[in-house]
């Protein structure tokens, strides 16, 4: 029996084996060079030292390394009443727009970037507490980090407390302006005009704390800058208006908020005045041989005359003063009388405070009045609307009974061929489909003749 015992075999063994104990002497050599050129080498034993410094350093810090502290200016105070005695009453903080504390930070240095680090990250909450009536109250403050994960905690806060005005809220209230430092007569100088003080609004609406807006009273003062302004004027003069927000003691109101009105501005015109003689104009005025006025036709103007003021320029080209116009539509045979408020005239100021109105009286003589329908065919149709159609209706007349006055012997003699009706489509109280009544102008073709009163046309409107 053949038995192979190759493990017992001395020749068998890698340690007896020369190629084996060959590499194993090599490689000792090579690790024993490689160990004398790094801990025998006074260049690579200096960087492997430092190297070891710096790993050891590192360790230290970070596992006994002190806390730095940093400071956060600005941090924000919330103010919230929701839910507390306070808002139950009707109260509500004002002014916590601005309120903000510093707050001082403790943590690692290694970890903690103040640059990274904002207001923001922080908590500060005013404790609103036992708050039932009208007034300053001073809240404490809690605080905290806002990320539970932070590695840094506050250590220290500006202040443990703030003082809040509490009261109730006023949405909107409308005052009107009183300008202070202005005097109440003889605003211009003797021979001028001056026709009051003018501001840009007459009122203003504020919101905020009712307690505050009531303090104001009625009305809402206002002041301006009176340097170079010396009264009486003699020009006129603008200038800026500031509001106060004040109470009657001088104490400042700060938590009232103008809606609107912010840019209020102020102008007393001064003006120049002259005596100007009245006058009227007239429209629709009939037709006679010269294009003047009737001779039948005579008026009466009170005041005849009156004190106006105006820019010097406006009154140098006045020849008289046009009150008003008058629609010989309006003149009837006889007496009529037409009033115009002074308060209407654009052209200039009225000087005179006891002229209020002026009265016209007008006088139709040697005329009479006289009634005609007119054909349809005696109508024309102007300013038809975008969009539709119009034509007449089929009714026989445009206008049935249409009153005409003049000389009896001109009226005698007057016939549809002398009349012409322009019916103005546009101006119409209502434009839409189907038959609305549009308003008419009579035109005669006789002297001293004229149509009295108001009259329509009936139009058909058709979409397009």
Not at 33 to 46: G, W
Not at 297 to 310: F, K, L, N, R
């Amino acid at each position: 029996m053949n038995s192979n015992n190759s493990g017992n075999n001395p020749a068998n063994n890698p340690a007896n084996n020369p190629a084996n104990k060959s590499a194993d002497k090599s490689a000792n050599k090579s690790g024993t060079k490689f160990y004398n050129k790094i801990f025998y080498n006074n260049r690579y034993l200096l960087l492997f030292s430092i190297v070891l410094a710096v790993i050891i350093w590192a360790s230290v810090v970070m596992e006994f390394s002190p806390e730095s502290e940093f400071l956060i200016s600005g941090v924000p105070v919330t103010v919230s009443s929701e839910g507390t005695d306070a808002a139950a009453t009707g109260l509500k903080p004002f002014g916590t727009e601005d309120l903000t504390v510093d707050v001082t930070i403790a943590g690692p240095r290694y970890s903690t970037k103040i640059s990274d680090i904002s207001p923001e990250d922080f908590k500060v909450e005013a404790v609103v507490s036992n708050v039932t009536s009208v007034g300053e109250h001073e809240l404490t403050l809690k605080y905290s980090v806002a990320d539970k994960k932070a590695q840094y905690s506050i250590k220290s806060i500006s202040k443990q407390s703030v003082w809040v005005y509490f009261d109730n809220y006023t949405k909107e209230k409308v005052l009107p302006i009183e300008l202070m430092g202005i005097p109440q007569e003889n605003l211009a100088q003797d021979g001028l005009y001056c026709e009051g003080v003018i501001l840009s609004q007459n009122s203003v609406t504020v919101s905020g704390a009712t307690s505050q807006i009531n303090s104001l009273g009625d009305v809402i003062y206002a002041s301006f800058d009176n340097s170079g302004i010396n009264f009486p004027l003699n020009k006129t003069v603008n200038f800026d208006v500031n509001l106060i927000l004040q109470d009657a003691n001088g104490k400042r109101l700060n938590y009232i908020t103008i809606l609107d009105g912010t840019d209020i501005t102020c102008s007393i015109p001064v003006m120049e005045i002259k005596e100007a003689p009245t006058s009227v104009s007239f429209k629709n005025v009939p037709k006679t041989s010269g294009n003047n006025m009737p001779s039948n036709i005579s008026y009466i103007i009170s005041p005849d005359a009156v004190q106006v003021a105006a820019a010097s320029d406006v009154l140098s080209s006045m020849n008289t003063l046009d009150v008003g116009i008058i629609d010989f539509r309006d003149i009837s045979p006889g007496s009529n009388t037409f009033t115009f408020k002074s308060t209407d005239i654009t052209s200039a100021k009225i000087a005179d405070d006891n002229v209020t109105e002026f009265k016209v009286e007008v006088y139709a003589s040697n005329v009479t009045t006289a009634n005609m329908s007119i054909p349809m065919d005696r109508a024309t149709l102007k300013n038809i609307p975008d969009g539709y159609r119009a034509s007449l209706t089929d009714e026989s007349y445009c206008i049935s009974n249409a009153a005409f006055v003049g000389p009896s012997a001109t009226l005698e003699k007057l016939s549809p061929s002398d009349i012409t009706v322009t019916v103005n489509v546009d101006s119409a109280s209502l434009i839409k489909e189907g038959k609305i009544e549009a308003p008419a102008t009579i035109m005669i073709n006789q002297n001293g003749v004229w149509s009295y009163g108001e009259y329509t046309v009936s139009v058909n409107l058709e979409k397009i």
